[in-house]
């Protein structure tokens, strides 16, 4: 470049673009954007939305998982033995039975078998260890009478037709299915030797025990004892 040249150069200024040129990147003016056109941080906010669908999906699988645990088919959802034959029974419609009139009546497991954390604890443990007791032909829990008692089956938010407690429902039971008067299966003359289980059965037939010995009318779906 000659000398001409140069002084015309430096008269029309610096070039636009050039370096100390106005608007330039290294005129160290700042851009709208921030220093040095750098682009705006975006707030954070898809963690909190994951943690939020998380936890929503937690409360409803919880919510889920808690009305299956009232449904008698949770019972044998795992544990098919011992729990597949009470299921069964459960919704076989069978009159004979006396889980089909609780199940007529909208009752589930739980509502008379009551969920205590203990004892849920308990049957975990004898189920995994294999150590509950089986009745001899393997269908049922050996366990069954320590149910059938007047503190399990008479409690007063039960059976609230025949009564409210044991005694209000023995006096309710003179002539009982159509007999004479002068007959109470619950007013026994072997002086309450009877245990409850001895006639009233959930899962299995009921038995009308006095008729081991009398020939009285039948309530329905019951049989004598020894039926074939």
């Not at 608007?23 to 921030?34: C, K, Q, V």
């Not at 729990?83 to 889980?99: A, H, I, R």
């Amino acid at each position: 470049m000659s000398i001409d040249e140069e002084k015309a150069a430096t008269a029309a200024g610096p070039q636009e673009g050039a370096p100390g040129a106005p608007g330039s990147p290294a005129s160290g003016a700042a851009s709208p954007n921030g220093a040095l056109g750098a682009a705006p941080k975006k707030p954070r906010r898809r963690g909190w939305i994951v943690a939020g669908v998380v936890a929503a999906v937690i409360v409803v699988a919880g919510a889920g998982f808690w009305v299956w645990h009232e449904q008698p088919s949770f019972c044998n959802a795992i544990c098919h033995s011992p729990m597949d034959y009470y299921v069964e029974t459960y919704d076989d419609g069978n009159p004979q039975l006396g889980v089909t009139a609780h199940a007529k009546a909208g009752e589930a497991c739980l509502d008379c078998h009551t969920a205590e954390l203990t004892t849920q604890v308990a049957e975990v443990c004898a189920w995994v260890s294999d150590t509950y007791p089986m009745t001899e032909d393997g269908t049922m829990l050996a366990t069954g009478k320590q149910f059938a008692s007047e503190k399990f089956c008479a409690r007063p938010e039960c059976h609230h037709a025949a009564g409210t407690s044991f005694d209000e429902i023995t006096a309710n039971l003179w002539g009982f299915a159509g007999n004479d008067e002068k007959y109470n299966p619950h007013a026994s003359h072997q002086d309450m030797a009877l245990e409850c289980s001895d006639c009233h059965k959930i899962h299995e037939n009921q038995v009308l025990v006095c008729n081991e010995c009398h020939d009285l009318t039948l309530p329905e779906g019951w049989e004598a004892p020894h039926a074939e």
